[in-house]
């Protein structure tokens, strides 16, 4: 049965009426560019012209690498019908949420106000002003149980725009005023002396996390199951201080990381990590996958072989585990001029139609076209590949859910490259390729301390790479501006939000502890100073500069920061965690004082809600250690090399590394350029009396008695780790 027309004039008759995505960089965006719906970006322009034709907003939400958004553009972008109804009665406005985090955090959490859920594709009704009315994410072409039809919505919509506009306002001003308040008991005040978190809120936090722990399949909570990145690295910094908790840390820790290593959401032959699992098992993962994740997962591999692993998970294992997802991430996401892409897609398009996680599944049929009859056999035993799909009728994703060892592992060694080989051939999921100044900074700090851990120099000259590219694609250093998105080099869209200041900055001091580049410091050093001046107004900090009026109204006018980690650290968290290195480097009181006050969140939120505060539970573990601060002086010889290994494989929270180096090279000259100046931490160190070097272990800049044997440095390291 036909869909009934428009009652009134259609968006058609408007001038510039048409599809606005052809020429935008995102590849979300341009997946949409030839939806007969009139899409617009987010944008000023949109805007107005909702108020032109006194219209309300549909704002649709998403990103590359989502199956659902392939799923709801499928059955209702791509109609014609329901785009004729969309475009007479809305502006409609698509959104690429990695681009925009800023519109994508107001908006979902309006969405998740007005309907108690939230995810992606977000969909929701805004007045032309920014304001949310209306909200929900995917919506079917056919009413489902619990969830009207994505028609039945628009035109509810569309009715009460029409009939009861004042009530549809005054709600809208309702949420934004309820939204203002959240923020306002969210702020964070920079000025005056911070208050110091008990110690013992760590412990208790480990407690409370042990509660939601699923003891039998890792990880926390039921299904789905993201990966706990920040909290897991909270307990691994908490388990490397000796306390009543510290076993209990670790054990949970090596729990959750174990689970993840050994299922389906470790890719078993690439050794990428997918987004999420479906279920609580962690077998059936959702295929996209991310590389904010794997940035964080491989960090956190790499700190787990440094704490030393346990009976759950060995460091060799943890070893094995980071260093192929460090090979995945170049090879998969690594781009010609030295950038990190951003996602691989969920979906693989097979004959035309999108197949969610396609170009991963298997069957023992077609386990058999490339293994003997034999091999194939076992593999699907100890690969759980069944008759029947566990996602598809394609089949299954290969989910051993155990240590693979003895004969198994053999036998996985051996089939494991002829199955790579084989998956090669078939058509691949298709790639994000624009870079986030942010998430690049979180693969810099995971592929530098990869790099030196794992005892492998090509990634760090990997993570160089990347900083380079950031550097020169992202970072405005006239300006002092740092922008979020590039395109093929080439800066684009808004500036950085908190985070992409924030994680570029921990990022470089990453590295700078790594190579000893007095750029990457003061690259950092800069970053810092400028989101401070960018971000803090009036003593209080906020994770964006206001882009956007219609952000800014649907926030009631006032300015938002987030403490809660999502997929990655919140910018709050990460910031604390950059300004706490920076001031053990720098000495800075201020800066110290300043991660000290943001810190001055967690009480409420660490006893209540500790899974979305890990980022800022591990910076405080962190500030209880000091954190150390280790400077290294002296010549270039094979004993300073060995120093600054067991420094960098060192597992003391938040310790900083300064490495005397004779000069950069290439640095201007006048005085004041980076190559001329001296990081702080190592102004007035020298050498031993024979020229030997030695390592200073200090807190606060203020040092013990210089030490030039690695295991007086690993003796004194543990006494000061321990409290001494």
Avoid at 117 to 146: C, I, K, N, R
Avoid at 303 to 309: D, K, Q, T
Avoid at 675 to 700: F, I, K, M, N
Wanted: net charge negative; aromatic share 8%; with cysteine.
């Amino acid at each position: 049965m036909p869909l009934p027309g428009p009652a009134e004039s259609t968006e058609n008759s408007w001038p510039g009426a048409a599809n606005a995505l052809g020429g935008e960089p995102s590849a979300y965006l341009r997946q949409h560019a030839a939806n007969p719906v009139h899409w617009r970006p987010f944008g000023d322009e949109a805007f107005a012209f909702a108020a032109e034709r006194d219209v309300p907003v549909f704002l649709s939400i998403g990103y590359a690498a989502c199956h659902w958004c392939h799923v709801m553009a499928h059955e209702s972008f791509e109609d014609q019908e329901t785009a004729d109804y969309l475009n007479a009665h809305f502006v409609p406005v698509k959104v690429d949420r990695e681009e925009r985090p800023d519109v994508d955090s107001v908006y979902m959490t309006a969405t998740q106000a007005i309907s108690g859920e939230g995810g992606w594709p977000m969909s929701v009704f805004l007045t032309p002003d920014g304001l949310a009315f209306h909200a929900g994410t995917y919506f079917p072409p056919t009413p489902m149980p619990g969830r009207p039809s994505f028609r039945n919505v628009l035109e509810a919509v569309h009715d009460a725009w029409l009939e009861r506009r004042d009530a549809v306002e005054e709600s809208a001003r309702g949420l934004a005023a309820t939204m203002a308040n959240a923020q306002i008991s969210a702020a964070v005040r920079l000025e005056g002396p911070p208050e110091a978190n008990e110690p013992g809120l760590l412990s208790d936090a480990v407690g409370l996390l042990a509660r939601s722990e699923d003891l039998d399949a890792g990880g926390f909570g039921s299904a789905p199951k993201f990966p706990p990145s920040a909290v897991l690295e909270f307990l691994i910094r908490h388990a490397a201080v000796p306390s009543d908790t510290a076993d209990a840390a670790s054990d949970m820790a090596g729990r959750s990381l174990a689970a993840m290593a050994r299922s389906a959401l470790r890719d078993q032959l690439d050794g990428g990590f997918a987004r999420y699992s479906v279920t609580a098992d962690w077998s059936v993962p959702h295929f996209e996958k991310m590389l904010y994740d794997n940035a964080q997962l491989l960090r956190l591999y790499t700190h787990w072989v440094r704490l030393g692993g346990n009976d759950v998970l060995s460091s060799d294992e943890a070893a094995g585990v980071a260093s192929q997802c460090a090979d995945w991430m170049l090879e998969a996401l690594g781009l010609a001029g030295g950038g990190l892409a951003s996602s691989l897609d969920a979906d693989t398009v097979v004959d035309g139609v999108h197949h969610e996680g396609a170009a991963y599944l298997w069957t023992p049929e077609t386990l058999r076209e490339v293994l003997s009859d034999g091999d194939a056999e076992a593999v699907a035993r100890i690969m759980n590949i069944g008759a029947e799909g566990t996602v598809s009728e394609l089949g299954s994703p290969l989910h051993p859910g155990h240590l693979l060892s003895g004969p198994e592992g053999r036998l996985w060694d051996r089939v494991r490259p002829q199955l790579l080989a084989a998956r090669g051939l078939r058509n691949q999921p298709a790639r994000d390729d624009k870079v986030v100044a942010g998430w690049n900074g979180l693969g810099v700090s995971a592929l530098a301390e990869a790099g030196a851990v794992l005892d492998r120099p090509e990634l760090i000259a990997a993570a160089e790479g990347v900083a380079d590219y950031v550097e020169r694609a992202h970072w405005d250093a006239q300006a002092q501006l740092l922008v979020r998105v590039s395109h093929d080099g080439r800066p684009r869209g808004i500036g950085g939000l908190l985070e992409d200041y924030a994680f570029c900055a921990d990022g470089f001091l990453a590295l700078y502890a790594v190579t000893g580049t007095k750029r990457w410091y003061f690259l950092a050093e800069n970053l810092i100073d400028a989101a401070c001046s960018r971000f803090v107004e009036n003593g209080h900090l906020a994770d964006s500069t206001g882009e956007s009026p219609q952000v800014f109204n649907a926030q009631g006018q006032h300015a938002s920061l987030d403490p809660f980690d999502n997929a990655t650290p919140s910018g709050a968290a990460g910031f604390a965690g950059a300004l706490l290195s920076y001031a053990a480097y720098s000495g800075s009181h201020p800066h110290l004082a300043m991660a000290g006050n943001i810190l001055g969140l967690l009480p409420p939120i660490a006893t209540r809600a500790p899974r979305v505060a890990g980022w800022l539970l591990a910076t405080a573990q962190a500030a209880l250690a000091g954190p150390v601060e280790a400077a290294v002086a002296g010549p270039d010889t094979p004993l300073r090399r060995e120093l600054h290994a067991a420094l960098l494989k060192s597992a003391s929270p938040g310790l900083v590394v300064a490495l005397q180096v004779a000069d950069d090279g290439g640095s201007p000259a006048d005085a004041s350029a980076p190559g001329r100046r001296e990081v702080p931490l190592l102004l007035h160190r020298t050498a031993g009396v024979d020229g030997s070097p030695q390592v200073y272990l200090c807190r606060g800049m203020v040092c013990d008695r210089p030490l030039s044997t690695v295991g007086e440095v690993q003796s004194r390291l543990a006494h000061l780790v321990a409290g001494g």
